[in-house]
């Protein structure tokens, strides 16, 4: 089993940046692939980027295509998300959730991180 919580949410203005940090429990961690996905007020949460769990293989939303880095440490059972050039569409309450193996479904989920991003 893992548990995850997430940190680093915060106001920032347009342009910003802020690292989200999602810390996870479990001897297992390093076998999970990690995603970071979002819910803005009255939408469905949606993808924004994953890691493999060798942190080799990345995947983003296209949104946040050059603008986001997810990286993951396995010795400190970490994943980040540094997020630059931040947007008021950035908005968002974000989840680190976490998958076996390769990818699939999100078996275990944080609590979320409010990102708030003013114009």
């Known amino acids: 089993q893992v548990q995850l919580e997430e940190s680093g949410g915060g106001l920032v203005q347009a342009g910003g940046s802020l690292r989200l940090t999602c810390a996870a429990s479990?001897?297992?961690?390093?076998?999970?692939?990690i995603g970071w996905l979002r819910q803005a007020p009255g939408e469905e949460r949606k993808f924004v980027a994953a890691?493999?769990?060798?942190?080799?293989?990345?995947d983003y939303a296209n949104s946040v295509k050059g603008r986001f880095t997810i990286s993951r440490d396995n010795a400190k059972n970490t994943v980040y998300l540094q997020m630059n050039n931040l947007k008021p569409e950035d908005t968002a309450v974000y989840y680190c959730?976490?998958?076996?193996?390769?990818?699939?479904?999100?078996?275990?989920w944080g609590q979320g991180t409010q990102v708030t991003v003013s114009s």
């Open positions: 890691i493999n769990p060798s942190g080799d293989i990345l």
């Open positions: 959730a976490a998958a076996p193996g390769e990818g699939g479904l999100y078996n275990y």
């Open positions: 479990g001897r297992t961690f390093s076998t999970y692939a």
